[in-house]
Each structure stands twice: as C-alpha cells, then as structure tokens.
C-alpha cells in the first residue's frame, strides 16, 4: 500500500440500502472520488474533493491516534446475522493511518460558537485494517477484513459551543446546552472483498445507511455515549451502532442483514503531518480550552 498522502486502501461508507456488485448503480458510481470500486483512499489535496465555503477553514484528522482525554482508538467491532455462518460473532479490527476526515469550519459567531461540516465525495475515508475474520468455520475464518469506504454525503454538526465549566472541561456544548458533538453523514460506500495488493478481481460494494455518529441512543440501538469535542486538544470521538449491510463473500460470512449491529468508534485528531494543519481556536479571553498552535 501507498502511503497516506498518496493514497491507499480506504473504506467508503453511503447512506442507502444495500446493494452488492462489481458495477453497481446509484450514489456509488456518481464520481471518480465517491462511487465505484475503489482499492485506495484519495489523497487528501486532491484535486476533486469539494473545497471548504468561503471564510472557513479546512482542518484534516487522522484516525488512527488515540483520543487524549482517555486513550480510546478508532474501531469497527463487526457482527453478523444469527444465521450466518459467523452466527453473531466477529472480530474488532482498527482504522489504518491512511483514514482520515476533513472538517470544514466556521468562523466564531457572537455567541462562541462555530460549526463544523464534513462536505460530499471523499472527505470521510475509512480503511478498515486486514485481519483474518476468524469465524464462520474454514470457508471463512481466514477471510480478510479489509474494506476501502468513502463518504458519498456530507455531513454537519450545526454548533459547537464553549464548554459549560472550562476550568475543570474543555467538552464543547451545544446551544442547548448538552456536552455534545455529532456528524449525520448522509451516505457511504463500502468496497469488500480485496484481494492483496488491491486486487479489485473479486472485490463488490454494499451501500451503507445515514451514519449517526455521536448522537447516542437517539439514534444507535443500546446506550452509546454521545459525542466528544474537545477544544483543548481539538481531537474528537464518535460513536454509531447499527446494522452494517455486507456483499460478497464477507456478506456471505457475515449475512448481508441489516440487524448485524456494528459499533463503530472514530477518534480524529489533527494530522501533524501536514504543515499548519491545527484546529480552531475558541477565543477564550481567558486562555482556557486553547489547542496548541490553533487558529483564530
């Protein structure tokens, strides 16, 4: 595999029903950068991802470090149908150092608060690492995991504010007042089934339903937590559980049902790797709850 900036195996993720297949109709196939079966992640300076509005300004996470408040790294904990050869198992497998999510901000308003938005066509990829998928008996427990997903629809939380208590958190707020940080990504694409190298042969994609990353058990079976900003690093984490539609030969391992319930856990944090890439200050006259090196 390439390396990040060049491009490299990625996941892409849309929110539509499931569908399997090497040429595949739908949101899956409107572009170069969003649809069709894809083997690597685009760079993020290409040419074709959407720019950021006017005024607002680009911030590029990596997802594969540690979210500083408490060590929690990105992940997807797989599961499967009842029926299916894996029958509810699955293993947790972690993003690779090529996935990324570029945010584009806001200026702050007059109350202190910016928005964020994920735009459409490749400005979410998530790589999910190879492993042996080690269920579903010798047909599939040396499946590999890997899958290249890329989002098709964008995505926005509508304000993040100033923390509630910035001397003991630096969690941003809602103007309602709840500590909480969420991104409804309306569409993905997943690509399964690689072979090494990228091997596209026998690769097919399935499309994914809206991704409601953060928002708790509104909108995720069970009691997921809801979503971190936190202005002091400028890292954030995301969690979603839901069914995770699958084609191909994983999709016949796993069952291509909806009601296999993934959890999936983004942690972004600022790419150091790129040259004045650093997060959006928040103009505390007090100097609390500033990122290092932030922007105003």
């Known amino acids: 595999m390439s390396n990040r900036l060049g491009g490299i195996g990625a996941l892409v993720l849309v929110a539509v029903a499931a569908t399997a297949g090497p040429a595949l109709a739908g949101r899956c196939t409107t572009s170069l950068i969003s649809g069709g079966l894809k083997s690597q992640c685009p ?4 040419a074709g991802l959407p720019q950021c509005p006017p005024g607002w300004t680009k911030v590029i996470y990596r997802l594969d470090k540690p979210f500083p408040l408490d060590g929690t790294v990105s992940s997807a904990q797989m599961a499967s149908t009842p029926t299916s050869p894996c029958g509810g198992a699955g293993p947790t497998v972690g993003l690779t150092a090529d996935s990324y999510v570029i945010g584009c901000w806001s200026p702050e308003d007059r109350r202190g608060c910016r928005k964020m938005k994920v735009l459409n066509n490749g400005t979410m990829c998530l790589h999910l690492a190879a492993a042996p998928l080690g269920c579903g008996g010798a047909s599939c427990a040396a499946l590999s995991t890997e899958q290249v997903v890329i989002s098709n629809a964008g995505a926005a939380d509508h304000q993040l504010c100033r923390p509630l208590a910035p001397a003991t958190s630096c969690r941003s707020a809602r103007p309602n007042g709840v500590e909480q940080f969420r991104l409804w990504v309306g569409g993905l694409c997943s690509t399964m089934d690689l072979g ?7 690769a097919c994609i ?11 058990p509104a909108k995720s079976p069970g009691n997921p937590p809801l979503g971190d900003y936190d202005w002091g690093t400028g890292a954030f984490k995301l969690v979603e559980v839901a069914g995770r539609p699958q084609c191909g030969d994983l ?5 291509s049902g909806k009601n296999a ?7 972004g944090v600022p790419d150091d790797r790129i040259p004045g890439n650093t997060p959006p200050c928040l ?8 990122a290092p090196g932030c922007f105003h």
Do not use: F, H, K
């Not at 760079?43 to 290409?46: A, E, F, G, R």
């Not at 190298?197 to 026998?202: A, K, P, Q, R, Y």
């Open 206 to 216: 399935a499309q994914w339903p809206a991704t409601y990353l953060g928002y708790g």
């Open 43 to 46: 760079s993020v300076n290409d």
């Open 196 to 202: 090494s190298s990228g091997d596209l042969s026998n």
């Open 261 to 267: 319930l993934w959890t999936i856990t983004l942690v």
């Open 251 to 255: 999709g016949a391992c796993l069952g």
């Open 283 to 290: 103009d505390d006259p007090t100097g609390a709850c500033q």
